[in-house]
C-alpha cells in the first residue's frame, strides 16, 4: 500500500541544495510557494522559477539519480509530500494523471532547455523556418547520403507541394530514389519497424505524433545549422526518442537517423494512453529516460556559460564521468578509458576549430588527462570533477 509522508519547511529554509547527492526523492507542493536558485544564474533558463501547489520539486535528479541541478527554498511556510524513487511505480498506479504531468512538464521542458543550448552555443537561435526541412534534405543530399536526402525531401514535398523549392526538392528525390533505401515514407500501423543503417526515421520540423523505443541497433539525433549538422545524441538499445512530439503535437525538433541498422518499437497516441493507464514500470521507465536527458541538457547549458575554454573542457568532460555513475573515493582513485577523442570533446564545448589546437595542447599539458589511441583516459575521475566544479564556482563569483 502506497504510504507517502508530508514535510513542513518554514520560510526562508532551504528544501534543495544545488550540488547535494540527496536525490532519493522528490516533493510535491501541497501548501505554500518555493523558489528554483541556480549557482549560475543563466538569463535562459526555465522561465517559472516559483513554484506552488502541485508543482514538482527535484524530480530530475531524483529520477535520473544525479546530483541536485538547483537549489530550492521556501518563500513562505510550505507543506510538501515527499516521494521516493522507488514509489515513483506505485504513485502511478494509483495516480496516472500525476505521471501524465510529469511527463508532460518534460518534455515542455526538454524542448525549451533544446533550444537553449543550441542558441547559447552557436550564439543564434536555430533555423524553425518552413523551409528548414528542405535544408535538410540538401545537406544529406550534398554530404551523399542518399537515404536521409531521398526522405527529408519527400517531406518537404508532402508538406510544401508548392514551396518555392518544390521544383528542385522533385527533381532530386525522382534521381535518389532509384538508388535509395529510404523506407516509411509515409507512415504504417506496423507497432515494430526496422530501419537500414543511413535511413531518416523522422526529419526536423517534419509532423508526426509518434515517439520510439529502440529494440536492436543505434538511432543519431541530429539538427542542421547553418548547412552543419549538429550531433544531439546517440541513443542505443533501451532507449527512447521522439516524445516531445507525441506529447505536445508540435512538430519534430530533430532529425532522426539510423546510426546503424535498428528495429523500433512506434507508440502513437492510443497505445501511449493505454500504457500509461496499464504499464506503470514502462512508464517509470521513459520518466527516468527524459529526467536523464533534462539532467544532461541543464549540465551543457551550464558548460555554455563558462567563459574559459579551459574550464569547459574539465566540465564536460566532468559531464561525460558523471553519466558513468562510478563510485568514487578519496582513498582510492578511479580511473576511466573514454569513447571520446579530444577534438570531440572541444565540438561538445562549441570551441571554434581554429582556436581547438591551442586550447587542448593547454588542456593535455596538464597531464590530468592522457590520450590513448586519440581516446581520452582519465587517471583520477574524481579530480576532474573538483577541477570542473572550481571553474564553475570561479563563473558563480563573477556573477554576484
Known sequence: MLQLSFVNYRKGSYILVEGKPDSSRFFIIQRGEAQCIREIDFATAPKANILGPGDFVGVIPCMSNHNQIE??????????????????????????????????????????????????????????????????AVYYDEAKEVDAATYAYYQYLKTHPTGRQAEIAK???????????????????EMIREYPQGTMVFAENQKGQDMYIIQEGQVKITKII??????????????????????????????????E????????????????????????????????RLWSMYRQVTNTRLTDPLGKLYDMLALEIEKQRLALSEATPTALQLDISPQELANMCAIPPAEQYSI???????????????????????EIIKHAAYYRKQKATKNK
Do not use: W
Not at 523506407?183 to 500501423?189: A, S, T
Not at 549538429?230 to 530533430?254: H, I, Q, T, Y
Not at 514500470?281 to 536523464?292: D, G, H, K, P, Y
Not at 587542448?360 to 574524481?382: G, H, T
Open 171 to 189: 527533381k532530386r528525390f525522382v534521381v535518389l530514389q532509384q538508388h535509395s533505401k529510404a523506407v516509411y515514407l509515409e507512415p504504417k500501423d
Open 261 to 292: 541498422r535498428c528495429k523500433l518499437m512506434v507508440i502513437n497516441r492510443k497505445n501511449f494512453d493505454q500504457m500509461v493507464s496499464t504499464q506503470a514500470q514502462m512508464i517509470s521507465r521513459l520518466t527516468t529516460t527524459l529526467a536523464e
Open 360 to 382: 587542448l595542447e593547454l588542456f593535455l599539458k596538464e597531464n590530468r588527462v592522457k590520450v590513448i589511441k586519440n581516446r581520452l583516459y582519465v587517471p583520477n575521475c574524481l
Open 226 to 259: 547553418d548547412n552543419k549538422e549538429v550531433v544531439l545524441a546517440v541513443l542505443k538499445k533501451g532507449d527512447f526518442f521522439g516524445e516531445m512530439a507525441l506529447l505536445e503535437n508540435l512538430p519534430r525538433s530533430a532529425s532522426a537517423i539510423a546510426h
Open 71 to 136: 537549489s530550492v527554498v521556501a518563500l513562505t511556510d510550505l507543506v510538501a509530500i515527499s516521494v521516493r524513487r522507488d514509489q515513483y511505480s506505485e504513485l502511478i498506479e494509483k495516480n496516472t494523471p500525476v505521471a501524465l504531468k510529469i511527463i508532460r512538464v518534460f518534455a515542455a521542458r526538454m524542448r525549451e532547455m533544446n533550444e537553449t543550448l543550441l542558441a547559447l552555443a552557436l550564439q543564434k537561435e536555430s533555423n524553425n523556418t518552413e523551409n528548414q526541412l528542405f535544408n535538410v
